[in-house]
């Protein structure tokens, strides 16, 4: 049986302004009302940020920045620091996420030094993995998690994996509508949690939550919450409608 609390993540990308921003987040924290088994979070885009943490500070839902420099003040046009991050009510960040290494080229030992930054300051950091197509299908997928793995956790103690949480994506299942099947999620998360016991030891891996994260909807989520390794998911597209969100929430 699990003894990691699950947590549902919401990342809301670049979706969102302050009105509907709040109002989904409000309907989100009503479909939590009264859980004590899992943990709920959303990513809001940094212009609302400080808006949906405040219509959100007397629920239990935590509130995400999508991305976090290293820094807490500086010439880093562009970004915004894990300072800004609490200042605006955020207790956690998304790090690595497909779209900031696919699009915008952010490389391993970036995310490196982003995931050490947040965890410097005090936020829960979410360290976002996953193959692409091309590397799964040459049956690279497992060398690729291993390598993000050990460079985007580097440096870091036993005791710093307490405030991080890792996030699977197979990027060929992002946005996609595909969906890797119950059993190559468990799979994958299996993998990776025997990674974490290499780098650090079988109590920190024990204790580290994965989440899976791409195409997850209300008709997938029971089916992968069952997994042993899986402890919770990180929801694009559905974390916007308030409904499939609190049924992904309310997983059976």
Not at 203 to 229: C, F, H, W
């Amino acid at each position: 049986m699990k003894k990691r609390k699950a947590l549902i993540a919401g990342n809301w990308k670049m979706h969102t302004t302050v009105v509907d921003g709040c109002r989904l987040a409000l309907d989100v924290a009503k479909t939590c009302s009264g859980l004590v088994d899992r943990e709920v979070l959303v990513a809001p885009p940094y212009t609302i940020l400080s808006e949906v943490a405040h219509v959100l500070a007397s629920t239990d839902v935590m509130v995400a920045a999508q991305n976090v420099c290293w820094a807490d003040k500086g010439a880093f046009t562009g970004e915004i620091s894990p300072v800004m991050v609490k200042d605006a009510g955020g207790a956690a960040a998304l790090i690595g996420h497909s779209e900031r290494r696919q699009i915008f080229g952010e490389t391993d030992a970036l995310i490196n030094t982003r995931v050490k930054g947040a965890l410097a300051f005090g936020l829960l950091t979410i360290l976002c993995i996953g193959e692409t197509l091309a590397e799964r299908e040459s049956g690279k997928a497992f060398e690729v998690l291993s390598s993000q793995l050990h460079k985007g956790l580097a440096s870091l103690t036993g005791a710093d994996m307490t405030n991080v949480v890792i996030a699977y994506e197979p990027v060929w299942a992002i946005g996609t509508g595909k969906t890797a099947s119950k059993e190559q999620a468990q799979e994958a998360h299996a993998f990776i949690r025997g990674v974490l016991v290499k780098i650090f030891e079988k109590t920190v891996a024990e204790q580290t939550r994965i989440l899976y994260g791409g195409s997850v909807k209300p008709t997938n989520i029971d089916e992968l919450m069952v997994q042993p390794d899986i402890d919770g998911v990180l929801v694009g597209g559905a974390a916007l409608d308030a409904e499939s969100f609190g049924r992904i929430i309310n997983f059976r």
